[in-house]
């Protein structure tokens, strides 16, 4: 069985910085790309970053030059940093990770509960 937990959420002011971790463990053969994922109230949950397992990443526009992701293979840990924090950001975040479970043969997308983040005064 394959679990992926995220921590790091939580109120911070407009302007402030948040770190979120995402630790997957189990059961795992190989794991692809990683991510993290958005859902604010009353909107579809959207794409924030990715990264590839060799380091490739990609943002969205909203969040270019705000947040940077990372990942530490040996540990299967995703991490998103998120600076200069502003209210049009707080939503759920949601780690998402590409992986091959051991004993199959093909790749799954498997996500985290969640961990909200507010920003706000």
């Known amino acids: 069985q394959v679990q992926l937990v995220e921590s790091g959420g939580g109120l911070v002011q407009p302007g402030g910085s948040l770190r979120l971790s995402c630790a997957a463990s189990g059961s795992i053969f190989k794991i692809n790309a990683m991510g993290w994922y958005r859902q604010a109230p009353g909107k579809q949950r959207e794409l924030v970053a990715t990264i590839t397992t060799g380091g490739s990443t990609r943002y969205a526009d909203s969040v270019k030059g705000r947040f940077s992701i990372s990942r530490d293979n040996a540990k299967n840990t995703v991490y998103l940093q998120m600076n200069s924090l502003k209210p049009e950001d707080t939503a759920v975040y949601y780690c998402?990770?590409?992986?091959?479970?051991?004993?199959?043969?093909?790749?799954?997308?498997?996500w985290g509960q969640g961990t909200q983040v507010t920003v706000s005064s």
């Open positions: 998402n990770a590409d992986l091959i479970p051991v004993g199959r043969l093909r790749e799954y997308a498997y």
